[in-house]
């Protein structure tokens, strides 16, 4: 790590206000709320370091293991800080993994003790549900402080990867890595005391880790914890954050059903034609603004995969700058963001202080920082393919623009030759169609075939099959010709992680899906009509079957 970016834990936690409100919830133990339960700093400190008493009366201390899996809320927070000051190494979980996928990272990480939001039969380690932990934490002084001192260099977290081609992997990283890549990225966001923030996707993702969790440790930023995402929308007009993350899949479900009631509702027409045409748009923005409850906020962000340009252009018209941020699980998501009044559409942003890059001879991007991590846990042979001469091989292909702005092609794997030779980028067409919020998810394919094809995740709630036509018509007018996608399966059945086709991180996993619907994606090329669903092409690929035989 770098001199002069390390601050211990303790120091940070202790450096906190103790009277400004530091932690919010709407539910805490057993208990819960209608309203935000609010925290100040001295309380946020007194649970931290009853909850490290808690871990040391538990026979844990420096090195051990504990997992956490639930939902997000202040015992989330709480314990990963409690762990951090006492030196114990934390594993976050996510709430959709599968049991068997829990029990091999429980297994392999050898986690002592697993904190859950409910215990489960399934988990073969010893559990403690996050009730227990706030009622048993809380009879105890406070007064308790670790008196081992935690090292920069010292393991902080193993966080696993979603595993979208096959075993997840465990990153690790230290408590230095944690604090620098911290202080690096808010050289640029600059997050303090008196930001608000609200935290409603899951802890267990890096991202949303190091914009809640850690940066709140160390710039004692204000977070309000919801422990269901579809409660997001609702709460955020109380909460008002000051900075705020969201996916592009909430960007385009924001955008889609603002557009719709502009469009629809009688009342907003009218109070809009009663005011000059020059204010009207000054007037959307203020109005959209603070019906999200984004009208303090200084600064939001778009991360995890890319925003579509038509989506961050309207979101940006209405007063809505989205920043792209590009990192990974072993960059802790510090790599690149798009800075204040320098937003290029369909770009990453800049490095951060302290990053390196440079594009190998195949158009991979290789990244080089301080705070990278250590290696992948128990996986030699991974971490030499992923770390070469310092270099981190990311798997994305990409470029820089003279103003070092960096654009990302695809992933590496993603990369597929037509028949004719030509190379095709499906990131490009899959982000212009999941710009439909009515394709939750979506695949082009086309190695070694005359043309693309894509194969999506239909929710027919949100559109109709002649608004699904027209806008492939419109994605089909942004690409090349060899790009453009001729055909399209559509599937209703939920994608979900627990149906197998999504990751615990709600990544899609190509290959169990391509294996799955393999005999439908030959058929759909063989087919005559332009949209068919899966069920349509079972139905047909059965029809055949029947008269042959």
């Not at 609200?198 to 309000?224: F, G, N, Q």
Request: proline share 4%.
């Amino acid at each position: 790590m770098t001199e002069g970016y390390w601050i211990p834990p303790l120091e940070a936690l202790l450096a906190r206000s103790p009277q400004k409100g530091a932690l919010a919830a709407l539910r805490l133990g057993d208990k819960t709320f209608d309203d935000f339960l609010v925290l100040s700093g001295r309380e946020v400190q007194t649970k931290v370091f009853q909850y490290a008493e808690f871990l040391k009366d538990l026979g844990l201390g420096q090195g051990d293991r504990i997992a956490i899996k639930g939902y997000n809320g202040i015992e989330w927070v709480a314990l990963d800080w409690a762990a951090m000051i006492s030196g114990i190494v934390t594993v976050p979980l996510y709430g959709a993994s599968v049991d068997s996928e829990v029990n091999h990272i429980l297994r392999e990480a050898q986690v002592r003790v697993l904190f859950v939001d409910e215990t489960h039969d399934a988990y073969e380690c010893r559990q403690v549900s996050f009730e227990e932990l706030e009622s048993r934490a809380s009879l105890l002084s406070g007064n308790y402080r670790p008196t081992k001192a935690v090292r920069p260099e010292m393991l902080a977290t193993l966080i696993y990867t979603s595993g979208t081609q096959g075993r997840p992997k465990g990153v690790m990283h230290s408590f230095g890595n944690l604090c620098e890549a911290l202080l690096r990225a808010n050289e640029v966001v600059n997050i303090g005391s008196r930001d608000r923030m609200i935290s409603y996707l899951p802890l267990s993702h890096v991202a949303e880790r190091m914009l809640i969790d850690v940066a709140s440790l160390y710039t004692s930023a204000e977070v309000y914890f919801i422990d269901k995402v579809e409660r997001m929308v609702s709460q955020l007009p109380h909460v008002r954050p000051t900075l705020f993350l969201a996916v592009p899949r909430i960007w385009d479900m924001l955008k889609f059903k603002l557009e719709k009631e502009l469009k629809s509702n009688p009342v907003i027409q009218r109070r809009l034609a009663r005011v000059p045409a020059v204010m009207r748009p000054w007037i959307v923005r203020r109005s959209i603004r603070r019906k999200m409850g984004l009208d303090r906020c200084r600064l939001v962000f778009s991360g995890a995969a890319k925003l579509g340009s038509q989506t961050a252009a309207q979101l940006k018209e209405w007063g809505l700058s989205v920043h792209e941020c590009y990192g990974l699980t072993e960059t802790l998501c510090v790599s690149t963001m798009t800075r204040p009044d320098q937003i290029v559409f369909d770009s990453c942003g800049q490095l951060y202080h302290g990053v390196q890059a440079r594009i190998a001879e195949d158009g991979e991007i290789l990244l080089k920082a301080p705070f990278h991590f250590e290696g992948y846990y128990e996986q030699p042979e991974a971490t030499a393919e992923a770390l070469q001469e310092g270099w981190f091989h990311t798997g994305d292909v990409g470029h820089f623009d003279p103003e070092g702005n960096l654009f990302i092609t695809d992933r590496k794997k993603n990369l597929f030759k037509n028949s004719g030779g030509k190379y095709v980028a499906p990131l490009v067409a899959e982000t212009l169609l999941k710009n439909f919020p009515a394709v939750r998810e979506a695949i082009v394919l086309g190695e070694n075939r005359p043309n693309c094809v894509a194969l999506i995740n239909w929710d027919s709630s949100l559109g109709t099959l002649k608004e699904l036509e027209a806008h492939l018509d419109f994605v089909n007018q942004k690409l090349a010709p060899h790009e453009q996608i001729k055909k399209v399966a559509y599937c209703e059945e939920v994608w979900s992680a627990s149906t197998g086709e999504l990751t615990a991180s709600l990544k899609l996993k190509k290959r169990v899906i391509l294996e799955k619907y393999s005999a439908e994606i030959e058929a759909l090329y063989n087919a005559k009509a332009k949209l068919m669903s899966i069920d349509e092409l079972t139905e047909g690929m059965q029809k055949r079957a029947h008269t042959s035989f």
